[in-house]
């Protein structure tokens, strides 16, 4: 399994690397523009001279490797200069946003708090509650749980977010007026107040997005286990008298949960990816928002390295959920 | 008496305005506390220089200011200056080639440092760099040089006699920054000045503490503000994100914000919001006109890049006059603004719709609907529909449009409306919308630019900074007709090209007399439109914003930022 | 309930297999409904405007924001008409029309961009799973496609196949063929990672070394020992499948990637009504409710289908 893992996390440059370049061929095809967010009163041959400023004169094979120095020399250079206060990078060019002129990293650094209290927090809370309603609703088959919980994850899982999340503002904000419609990315949470109020602002996004999360997972945990419970397996445990509970939580669920660990390591990157939508709706402004609002303004220094760190994190989720499926299920073997 | 020197002498009596406006409230600074602003675009960048973007531009204007800016009739009102520089108080000089500005003593930068006039000239230094990209270059154009003549005079001078020459240093466009801070960030430096570039210092009512690009800004009012009782506000949080639904929303019915910034909804949305009675929705009108732009040449994908969508290859049947005009009579504006402006909109068959002195009084013939007229104007010009399926045709040729625009909800509701009376005058219309990003962009790969113009009719709305329409109606010259050559970068959308429009235009920037200045520009303004129906205006599109009740001094602007006097604002109803 | 269905089918004589397939799917109340929900709102969308003969694009600007019928109980004053039982929007457009024609789209966008990406996801996945030269290749591919940002991927595909699909099946079929290949191949991912990991675990059941070592060929492995058995996942994902496509397409159109704004779709008349939520809450109502019960009946259809085919259940 070590070798694998040491075999798999080898391949995985190249893989990258590979991935990288098809991402930045993507933005360089895709059509877009940074100039098309300005004002049409400035004129064309301005547009083009700030073309140039941002360097979108050079080929694309001068811009790739300049991105791929830029984020594997210089951004790491800084890191180190910024943690032991040494100098290598020596005022060498960062990766620059575009549209903000700044730093990306620095940007990236500024969402993570809001995404991880908000996306981070509504993933774990589902799956926490996903996975117990999948294994009642699967041993209970059809009792009025599993029915009650299928009704429930169905709608919740087909109401798209632009919905459900303005029907909590109009409810909770606007009608109620118990909860603010506005998330403050500027709160710091310091003592009991200033939590109760991050709990305020936090409740409504979360709901929204564990609401997906709980619907998906739950439904994969059921079906999983629903095909393990009639497997001979169980039947022969019973049959020795083995214990309800450990038959399911030992046994059952174990065998189940191999589909279950891939929706969730498939989901993990996701939550850096940002809830776009559910984000907007509630002025969260964490890395989906920056995302979006820098593929709608092809800003393709952000965009770049944004995906870039999702694709890392995709290929780095995929490959714990292999090793382990092996831990799950000793009988797979990748030797 | 020149038109000109009529509208500055106006100029003193509405800068007085403000002042007494704010008397009742007078205070000492901060005494007001927090003000909450939203933008549902976020700013990225506080320097108007490395970005021409509405949301940057306006959240600046609460840091940095320009020598002077426009009210909210378009009227010049000095700011860092005792008096706005005119030829009558000797500022411009008789032949229009240079202009003087005074700064007002005594004035100092946040950092508490003077302002002198080497801010100025470094300003036009900073932004005229050839390696720097600035946003606002065409501010400076024809300048030839920005010299100090002593601490506090500015000399700005001219290749050629300019008879607008409030470009530099007037207005939102281009405010002053300090050059202290910016020493450092000239040319292809100007990236890399992040901390500048986020918290520039100012002469503004207020202060960044703290930029996080396109989220928020927090700000403090400016310990050393010219006036000392001003701002009310000791804060200021601009958040900045989501969609104009919620913005509204948020001040006009959960009251979480102040003000909300152009409320792009549909009227009957802004006005169930406002029943809430928290908040009141305002309109002011500038000169952004939704307009159809008419292509003249030939977009049809059959023929062969470099031939399509050129002057080589003239439209089938929007070359003919006839039917470019049928389609602008089928069309009932007055519904168009109901549907999709209301009290933000009003019908107009101009492109130039203000300031008063330009707009084409005369031009009216297109506000009512006239269908009949239309059918009878193709008939008569030999668009019949010979073969029954409903559709017009003359010699073999279908009268089928694509009708283009950007994606946004009121532009598809129109896009609907539209297609709906053309059909009735036997016009089969496609429609289609691409995202603005795309549609928006210069990108010459893209087959979907509105440049580009691959489609029949696009649909967009333009405007012009300031008030003067000089280089808004150049834009419509030959020359600037995008075509591959050019990598379809140009102006002249509709490539229109007539020789006496040009020679119009040459007349228009070499004429100072403001009178004869309204006459070209009206005449320029009646040949795109009512003459050949090459632009055919739809909408003159205000801006509609919000604020709390609770907010007051809010004097909505349309020529200059939105936030142009936010040192006057106050709370209402405070117990002080 | 296992019991049941053993004696229900046990006195029954043995016969056709897709026969004792019916039979166990009937005694599923869920799976009868929806199944019934689903041949109703087909027939509704396709059958409904021949019978409901009103153009959705009609605009009558003079009859715009009248309400759905029933609202006369709450409040007798209300603008409603016979003419238009949902109402119409604020253009005028008569809702119901709007819904049968969007709801043609909806569902044609919804089942065929499900059955791609279900289809591509079963194939990569078992492959992936069963061969274990091509697992490496399968699975870094599927990284990269998860890698992708979807925004510029469809803005590329429009860029490259929307004149050329215009120009051959017309400008609304070519779009619809664009949109459902976009969703398609964007949403295989997840499948084909779940059904590789089940199939690599099956592989090394008993069941599958016994047939193995009776020299069973790799074709007939797969469609009938490792297949059946990732059934249910696969149900799973197709049923949340249709409900993401569905939903994808309108965030789609609100992207300005979509159809053209003339052509309703489900999820583009629930997204435009939503700022008019509180005054007009039938119009986010009927589409919404529309999209939940589709996805609820293909969800019971679906575990209806997996207990019928269940060999276990069933009771042979």
């Known amino acids: 399994m070590l070798i694998y893992t040491i075999r798999r996390l080898l391949i995985s440059i190249p893989t990258l690397l590979f991935i990288a370049f098809v991402i930045f061929m993507l933005l360089e095809l895709a059509p877009g523009d940074p100039m098309a967010q300005m004002p049409l009163t400035i004129p064309p041959e301005v547009k083009e001279k700030m073309r140039l400023a941002l360097g979108l004169g050079e080929p694309w094979y ?274 | 008496m020149k038109l000109k020197t009529a509208l500055l002498g106006a100029v003193a009596t509405v800068s007085l305005a403000p002042a007494a406006f704010a008397d009742a409230h007078e205070g000492e600074r901060g005494r007001d506390g927090q003000l909450n602003i939203i933008y549902w675009q976020a700013p990225s960048i506080l320097n108007p220089y490395l970005s021409g973007g509405t ?118 466009q281009s405010p002053i920054i300090q050059a202290a801070q910016f020493a450092e960030c000239m040319g292809a430096k100007a990236p890399e000045c992040t901390d500048a570039n986020f918290g520039p210092i100012g002469t503004g009512p207020f202060v960044v503490t703290d930029f996080r690009t396109n989220d928020v800004i927090q700000l403090v009012a400016n310990e050393n503000y010219r006036d000392p009782n001003k701002p009310a506000f000791a804060t200021v949080t601009f958040k900045g994100g989501g969609d104009a639904t919620a913005a509204g929303r948020s001040v006009l019915e959960t009251g979480e914000f102040d003000y909300a910034w152009n409320l792009q909804l549909a009227p009957d949305v802004i006005a169930s919001m406002a029943e809430a009675g928290v908040g009141t929705p305002v309109s002011a009108f500038g000169t952004l006109v939704e307009r159809l732009e008419m292509n003249l040449t030939d977009p049809s994908p059959s023929l062969e890049e470099g031939v399509r969508s050129t002057a080589a290859a003239p439209h089938p049947f929007l070359s003919d006059e006839a039917v470019r005009r049928a389609l602008s009579m089928a069309i009932d504006r007055d519904l168009l603004v109901e549907v999709g402006y209301g009290q933000a909109g009003r019908p107009t068959c101009n492109l130039v719709p203000g300031p008063e002195v330009y707009a084409s009084t005369e031009n009216t013939g297109c506000l009512v609907q006239d269908i009949e007229g239309a059918k009878a104007l193709l008939e008569g010009a030999g668009w019949v529909d010979s073969n029954g399926d409903g559709i017009r045709e003359k010699d073999g040729v279908e009268l089928r449009i694509l009708y283009q625009t950007s994606t946004n909800a009121v532009r598809q509701d129109f896009q609907a409306l539209i297609k709906e009376w053309w059909g009735e005058i036997g016009v089969e219309t496609e429609l289609r919308n691409i995202d603005a990003s795309v549609f928006f962009g210069g990108d010459p790969g893209s087959p979907d630019t509105f440049q580009r113009f691959y489609a029949d009719v696009e649909m967009y709305a333009n405007n012009f900074d300031g008030t003067d329409p000089q280089a808004y109606l150049s834009a419509y010259t030959c020359d600037k007709a995008p075509k591959p050559e050019s990598q379809w970068q140009g102006e002249n959308i509709n490539r229109f090209c007539d020789p006496a429009y040009d020679a119009l235009v040459a007349e228009l920037g070499a004429t100072a007399d403001q009178a004869e200045r309204s006459r070209i520009a009206i005449e320029l303004n009646d040949m795109l439109t009512k003459d050949t129906m090459t632009i055919v205006p739809l909408v003159d599109r205000g801006r509609v914003s919000a604020h709390a009740n609770t907010l007051g001094g809010v004097v909505l602007n349309t020529w200059d930022s939105e936030l142009w006097n936010a040192a006057d604002w106050y709370r209402i109803g405070d117990n002080r | 309930m296992t019991d049941t269905t053993m004696t229900a089918t046990a006195v029954e004589k043995p016969r056709n297999k897709w026969w004792d397939v019916w039979a166990q799917f009937r005694t599923h109340k869920g799976a009868v409904a929806g199944l019934a929900f689903l041949v109703f709102i087909t027939l509704f969308v396709t059958v409904g405007p021949v019978l409901w003969d009103v153009d959705p694009g009609k605009l009558n600007i003079r009859n715009k924001d009248v309400r759905p019928i029933y609202m006369v109980i709450f409040d007798g004053d209300a603008k409603v008409s016979w003419g238009n039982p949902m109402g119409t929007d604020n253009l005028g457009r008569d809702i119901m029309a709007n819904i049968m024609a969007g709801g043609r789209v909806s569902l044609a966008v919804g089942w065929t961009a499900m059955i791609l990406a279900v289809f591509i996801g079963t194939l ?193």
């Open chain 2, 55 to 172: 949301k940057d531009l306006e959240s600046a204007s609460l840091v940095i200011e320009p020598l002077g800016r426009y009210d909210s009739t378009g009227a010049m009102v000095p700011y860092l200056v005792d008096e706005i520089p005119t030829v009558a108080n000797g500022g411009v000089s008789e032949d229009l080639t240079s202009i003087t500005w005074k700064l007002t003593e005594g004035l100092l930068w946040s950092d508490g440092t003077p302002l002198t006039s080497a801010d100025v000239v470094f300003t036009a230094e900073y932004c005229m760099d050839p390696e720097g990209g600035c946003a606002q270059l065409s501010k400076f154009e024809g300048v030839e040089s920005v010299e100090a003549i002593d601490e506090l005079t500015v000399k700005v001078t001219f290749g050629a006699p300019q008879p607008n020459p409030y470009g530099p240093f007037m207005g939102g």
């Open chain 3, 124 to 316: 990569i996945g078992v492959f992936a799973g069963y061969f274990k030269r091509l697992d490496g290749l399968l699975m870094r591919f599927t990284d990269l496609v998860l890698a992708l940002p979807l925004l510029p991927l469809l803005l590329v595909m429009m860029l490259l196949f929307r004149d050329p699909l215009r120009a051959t099946f017309g400008p609304e079929n070519g779009i619809f063929i664009l949109i459902v290949t976009g969703i398609g191949i964007t949403s295989w991912m997840q499948t084909a990672r779940i059904v590789r990991g089940d199939v690599m675990a099956l592989k090394e059941r008993e069941f599958v070394l016994a047939a193995r070592s009776i020299g069973t060929p790799a074709r007939r492995m797969i469609t009938r020992h490792l297949l059946p058995n990732v059934m249910s996942p696969i149900m799973v994902s197709a049923t949340l499948g249709l409900a993401t496509a569905i939903i994808t397409e309108s965030a789609l159109s609100f992207l300005g990637l979509g159809f053209p704004s003339d052509f309703p779709t489900w999820g583009k008349i629930l997204f435009d009504s939503v700022d008019r939520m509180t005054a007009f809450p039938e119009r986010v109502i009927w589409p919404g409710l529309a999209i939940s019960l589709t996805v609820l009946a293909v969800n019971y259809i679906g575990d209806g289908l997996r207990d019928a085919l269940d060999p276990r259940i069933r009771g042979h």
């Open chain 1, 62 to 335: 001068v811009r790739f490797p300049l991105w791929l120095k830029q984020f594997f020399i210089v951004e790491p250079q800084y890191w180190i200069d910024g943690t032991f206060g040494t100098n290598f990078a020596d005022g060498a060019q960062r990766i620059i946003s575009f549209q903000s002129r700044s730093p990306v990293f620095e940007t990236i650094a500024q969402r993570m708090p809001q995404t991880l209290w908000v996306v981070g927090m509504s993933y774990v809370v589902g799956v926490l509650i996903a996975l117990p309603i999948g294994i009642i609703s699967a041993y209970r088959q059809y009792s009025v749980f599993d029915q009650a919980g299928t009704f429930v994850s169905m709608i919740g899982f087909s109401v798209p977010p632009f919905f459900s999340g303005v029907l909590l503002i109009v409810i909770f904000s606007v009608q109620l007026k118990w909860l603010p419609s506005i998330y403050d990315t500027t709160h710091v949470v310091g003592d009991w107040d200033s939590f109760v109020f991050q709990l305020r602002q936090m409740i409504m996004p979360v709901m929204v997005l564990a609401l997906q999360t709980t619907a998906q997972v739950s439904r994969y945990m059921r079906a999983s286990m629903l095909d393990n419970l009639g497997q001979d397996y169980v039947r022969t445990a019973r049959a020795k008298g083995v214990s309800e509970s450990s038959i399911v939580m030992k046994h059952v669920l174990r065998n189940s949960m191999i589909p279950v660990v891939t929706v969730i390591a498939l989901g993990i990157p996701t939550i850096f990816g940002g809830a776009i939508i559910t984000e907007q709706i509630f002025k969260v402004n964490g890395l989906g928002q920056l995302l979006i609002i820098a593929l709608q303004g092809s800003d393709i220094p952000m965009v770049m390295t944004i995906t870039f760190l999702l694709a890392v994190l995709i290929v780095m989720m995929n490959l714990i959920a292999d090793v382990l499926y092996g831990i799950l299920d000793p009988r797979i073997r990748y030797d």
